[in-house]
Nanobody
Framework: QVQLVESGGGFVQPGGTLKLSCAAA????????MGWYRQAPGKERELVAS???????NYADSVKGRFTISRDNAKNTVYLQMNVLKPEDTAVYYC???????????????WGQGTQVTVSS
């Protein structure tokens, strides 16, 4: 089993910053990719940013230039630095990881429990 534990959400005013962290733990052989998704009320879950084991990144157009995803492979941890936050960034943010486990050596997708980010004046 693999667990993803998120931290760093909260309340911030427009223009503010937050940094999310997500640490993966458990029966991990390797992690192919890690990323962040978000889901606002009444909307579908959407990709915010992802990063693979080689460091290649992918961002949603709505966050390009404002958010930065990074990864510490030694700690199995992914970060999302969010700058110039806007009210439309308000959502529950979920960590995601594609993990090859030591149990079966098959790949599975795992999700964190979600952390609330609220941007409001």
């Amino acid at each position: 089993q693999v667990q993803l534990v998120e931290s760093g959400g909260g309340f911030v005013q427009p223009g503010g910053t937050l940094k999310l962290s997500c640490a993966a733990a458990g029966s991990i052989f390797s992690i192919r990719s890690m990323g962040w998704y978000r889901q606002a009320p009444g909307k579908e879950r959407e990709l915010v940013a992802s990063i693979n084991s080689g460091g290649s990144t992918n961002y949603a157009d709505s966050v390009k230039g404002r958010f930065t995803i990074s990864r510490d492979n030694a700690k199995n941890t992914v970060y999302l630095q969010m700058n110039v936050l806007k009210p439309e960034d308000t959502a529950v943010y979920y960590c995601n990881a594609v993990v090859r486990t030591t149990i079966s050596y098959a790949e599975f997708q795992y999700w964190g429990q979600g952390t609330q980010v609220t941007v409001s004046s």
